[in-house]
């Protein structure tokens, strides 16, 4: 893999700052949005209604995620519905769980049905996905987003784990595979090689695609000329035994 246009998989930009949204909306290789309640907090939003309203007004040829953040099965529902109707990009994401640990099947199953698209998310297990897959309908397009990088911080490979959930997804084949929560650019190559349909990638994370495919010599001496620059720009000095004054 040496340029992004190599890659099957669609990269979705992950953030909840508008300006850098836009930006990466400028680039033709970025193929939809995500955002939820935690970037949107950090990015001092606050108002959720109105940045949402915001971003669809400029982003409507790709999709953006919006998530629920009731924790009841029924308001999940009625918050579902109401994000969905707010633009016909708007995927709509919904915890596999509540903070009680309880499968939102109900939500998910009765939404899809509903013909919303949803984005199940925070899933780490491949008994979520079968469940999920069983409660999404077949008719409708959805995501299902598997945390591949929450399951590596445990130390964990995912690639496995990404393999047997894309495999359960075939009784779903409008069902999208996302790798969620990446932590370097081999997550990007792991991803497309697993067959996963979606990544997705926040903007610091973006910045490093260019040096796909680099030439590691040329990049061994980048870091050697680094490493001399800062130390001479810093000013440091040895004192050596027996060397001359310069």
Do not use: H
């Not at 953040?69 to 994000?83: H, K, L, T």
């Not at 984005?119 to 999404?136: F, M, S």
């Not at 040096?211 to 050596?240: C, H, N, P, W």
Request: contains cysteine; aromatic residues 6%.
């Amino acid at each position: 893999m040496n340029a992004i246009r190599d890659f099957k998989i669609k990269i979705f930009a992950d953030g909840a700052d508008l300006q850098g949204m836009l930006t990466m909306a400028e680039k033709p290789f970025i193929k939809g949005f995500t955002t939820n309640p935690t970037l949107m907090r950090k990015a001092g939003i606050q108002d959720y209604e109105e940045f949402a309203r915001q971003v669809l007004a400029r982003i409507q040829d790709r999709p953006v995620s919006f998530e629920v953040f009731a924790d009841s099965a029924n308001e999940m529902i009625a918050q579902g519905r109401v994000i969905g109707s707010w633009g016909k990009n708007v995927n709509v994401k919904v915890p596999v769980t509540n903070t009680k640990g309880e499968f939102m099947g109900e939500v998910i199953s009765r939404l899809s049905k509903e013909g919303v698209v949803l984005n199940v998310t925070a899933i780490l297990t491949t008994d979520q996905v079968r469940q999920v897959a069983e409660a999404l309908s077949p008719a409708t397009p959805a995501i299902v987003s598997v945390f591949a990088g929450r399951i590596a911080d445990t130390g964990v490979d995912p690639v496995a784990i990404m393999l047997e959930c894309k495999r359960i997804l075939q009784s779903r084949p409008k069902a999208e595979l996302l790798w969620a929560s990446p932590r370097e650019i081999l997550n990007l190559v792991q991803a497309n090689d697993c067959g996963c349909d979606i990544i997705t990638m926040t903007n610091d994370l973006l910045a490093k695609v260019a040096g796909l495919g680099k030439d590691l010599s040329t990049f061994s001496l980048e870091t050697v000329s680094m490493f001399y620059r800062d130390a001479q720009a810093a000013g440091y000095s040895i004192r050596v035994p027996g060397a001359s004054a310069a």
